[in-house]
């Protein structure tokens, strides 16, 4: 019996039946075969950041953190294949060494390059798409127990449409071919204004910069306005605000922040001109009830529409807005009570954070949803790489 796991934010525990770790991929195929043969299920695990119960089991869990090379550099069109244990941090160095770079991290670059892609993590920036958009290409261990390698020119764009943004439910990933960008700099500027200024100014930060979010601060009304763009360019000075902080390097180091605090976190993906009136409303609950017992912050990003099937950002450019409450202090309340604002404006939760939709609600988000369901089966029809909150919760098979 493996000991007790526990996610990154310690909301989730769980004892898996047994914690794989294999060294290489022959190690991990006579692993899977040997589950397949007794008739166990298997969860994949990137760096156990998701606070949604993506992989709690009682069979499988299945970690690739020693399957972190790095090859087939091609900076000709600036692709690669990585390990999948890398985490953002490991991968965007090793990267940089080749001079090359994801073009965007979410916040912090401590998940697994494969976990970000898998649930539609992003940054921020409108003519971003978000990480799972860098997926090209991968190795995989199939529901049959045998290794295949899929790519978009061969197996086609909806495939990849389809497996972009799939939780670990097509197979085993271990190795992934990115699409990326010659590696660049960035300049951040952090500045602090008053919350009716941002929501003033919002339509221009957003268009005038590459990376523009802000977090508003509830017990004070302030903002902070995060803008990242190449040296030089976008939004230089705003006179409605204080410069607060400022720094400039590769994109990789300067994009994600270190985080000290723990919390969680519940995010919804809406229409992106939705973005402002379910922010002021949610702004408006959370002074009116919550604001002695929440101290965190609410996070407002922007993200470019895709095409992937199961992506938050799917057909419309997004914007995503995100709770948060530290760690030990209870957050259910609070966030289901401001869900069903997100709710209004058709949000969408994102996959790795806490929310408490059901299937039926979650599927007519969706126009893909059937589609990807269809492909689905066809990847795993004895549903070896699904769980209860899979099954259940989000597809209702
Ligand atoms: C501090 C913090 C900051 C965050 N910031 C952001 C942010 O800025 N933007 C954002 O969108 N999200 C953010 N998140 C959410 C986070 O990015 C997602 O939950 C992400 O999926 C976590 O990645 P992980 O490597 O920990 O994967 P896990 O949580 O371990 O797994 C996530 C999913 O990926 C699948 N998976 C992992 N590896 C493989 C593989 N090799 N093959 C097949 N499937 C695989 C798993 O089965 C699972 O379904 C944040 C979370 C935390 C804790």
Redesign the pocket.
Known sequence: MAKTWS???GSLKFTPGKLMEPQNEDDLLSNVRLALENKKKI??????????P??VTKDVLLS?KH?TDVGNVNKEDSTAWIG??L?VKEGGSKLLEHDLSFHN????D??????????????TGIKLK??SSMLTG?R?ICADGNVREFTEEKDGKDFFDALRV?????????S?KLRLLPAFKLERKEWCTHADNCMEHLDELIEQNRNFDFYWYPRNDLVKLRILNEPGRGSQELDYARLDEEKTGWAIDVLPKE?DL??D?M?YALPLHAGPECFMMIRNKMKAKFRQNVAWRV?Y?TIQADDFYLSPCHGRDTV?ISLHQNVGLPFMEFFREIEPVFRDFDGRP????KHTLQSGEISSLYPRWNDFLELRKEMDPEEV?LNDH?KQQIFNI
């Open positions: 996610n990154w934010s969860r994949v695990l990137g760096a156990g950041h998701s606070s949604s993506l992989v690739l399957f999948t244990g985490t991290t979410g916040d912090v401590i998940q697994c390059v494969s976990g970000a892609i898998s649930t539609g993590t992003h940054g978000n990480l991968c995989m799939s939780m670990g439910s097509f197979g085993i990933m271990t992934m985080r723990k919390f976190e995010e996070l990003r995503t994102h996959w790795g954070k790489f899979l």
